[in-house]
C-alpha cells in the first residue's frame, strides 16, 4: 500500500470519528443545556460546550454506529432533529426536579414571611426568593452526593442503546404523554416537601391571629412577623436533616421518567 492510499485511509477514518463524535454530541449536548445546575447561566457556554464534547468523545466509542453522512437531506435533519428533542427531553425531566425544590421554598416563604426577601437567583436566571435558592441548591448538592452525575452517564448510554442514532422514536404519543404524568408527581412531591412546614407555620400564625384578637395592646401583628420568621428558620433546619430520602425518591422518578423518553412508553 502506497503513501497516499494510506493517507487516504487514515483521512477516512477521522472523518469517521469526528462524525461519530458530532453525532454523539446532538443528544448529549441538548441534554447538558436543558438539565439544571451544568445548564444554568452561572456556567459559561464554553465550559458547557467542552463538558458535552468531552462527554461524547468518552462515549462514542462504546455507542452503536452512527448513520453513513449522506448530506443535509431531509432524512438527515430529521435525524438531527430527532436527536436534540430527545436529549433536551431528557434533561427537562430531571429540571423539574429541582423546579419542585424551587417550588417548596417559594412555599415555605410564604408562610414564614420570608417572601419579601427577594434576590437575582444565578441559576435559574430570575428572581426568586432566598428560601428557594436554598432549596436548589440542596437539590443540586444531594444530586452530586448521590452520585446523579454518573447515573446521567448510564442514563444516556441505555438511550442510546434503546433508541440509536438514525432511529424513528417507536411511540411518539407515549413519549409526549411522559412530561405531563411526571409534571404531576413533581407538583406533588414539592407540596410533600414544604407540607410539614406549611403546616407548623399555619398553627403559629392562629396562634397570633387568636392573640391579636384576645390582647390588642400588644401589637401582635409587630411581634408575630420576628417569631414566624424564627420559627420558620428553625423549622427549615429541622427540615434539612430529613430532605434526603425524599428527594432520592424524586430523582429516581426523573430518571426513570427520562428513561422512558428514548423508549416511547
Do not use: C, K
Not at 36 to 57: E, N
Amino acid at each position: 500500500m502506497d503513501a497516499a492510499t494510506q493517507m487516504a485511509i487514515d483521512g477516512q477514518a477521522a472523518f469517521g470519528m469526528i462524525g461519530a463524535l458530532l453525532w454523539t454530541a446532538l443528544r448529549v449536548g441538548a441534554l447538558l443545556m436543558a438539565m439544571p445546575m451544568i445548564g444554568t447561566r452561572a456556567l459559561p457556554a464554553r465550559i458547557r460546550v467542552m463538558v458535552a464534547l468531552a462527554m461524547s468523545l468518552a462515549l462514542a466509542p462504546i455507542l452503536p454506529a452512527p448513520p453513513i453522512w449522506t448530506g443535509f437531506d431531509a432524512a438527515t435533519v430529521l435525524s438531527i432533529a430527532r436527536e436534540l428533542a430527545v436529549g433536551a427531553a431528557m434533561g427537562f425531566m430531571l429540571r423539574l426536579v429541582f423546579e419542585a425544590g424551587a417550588l417548596a421554598g417559594e412555599l415555605i416563604s410564604q408562610g414564614t414571611g420570608l417572601s419579601f426577601a427577594q434576590m437575582s437567583d444565578p441559576m435559574r436566571g430570575v428572581n426568586s426568593g432566598i428560601i428557594s435558592q436554598w432549596f436548589y441548591l440542596a437539590f443540586g448538592l444531594l444530586f452530586f452526593a448521590a452520585n446523579g452525575h454518573l447515573a446521567l452517564v448510564a442514563l444516556l448510554v441505555r438511550s442510546y442503546e434503546a433508541l440509536p442514532i438514525g432511529t424513528a422514536l417507536p411511540g411518539l404519543e407515549a413519549t409526549l404523554r411522559v412530561a405531563p404524568e411526571f409534571f404531576a408527581l413533581v407538583l406533588r412531591g414539592a407540596v410533600s416537601l414544604a407540607l410539614p412546614v406549611m403546616v407548623a407555620m399555619l398553627a403559629v400564625n392562629l396562634a397570633f391571629g387568636v392573640l391579636s384578637r384576645a390582647a390588642p395592646a400588644l401589637n401582635p401583628i409587630q411581634l408575630g412577623l420576628p417569631i414566624s420568621v424564627l420559627v420558620g428558620l428553625l423549622l427549615i433546619a429541622v427540615l434539612a436533616g430529613e430532605l434526603g430520602p425524599p428527594i432520592q425518591r424524586l430523582f429516581d422518578l426523573a430518571f426513570d421518567a427520562a428513561a422512558r423518553v428514548p423508549l416511547g412508553r
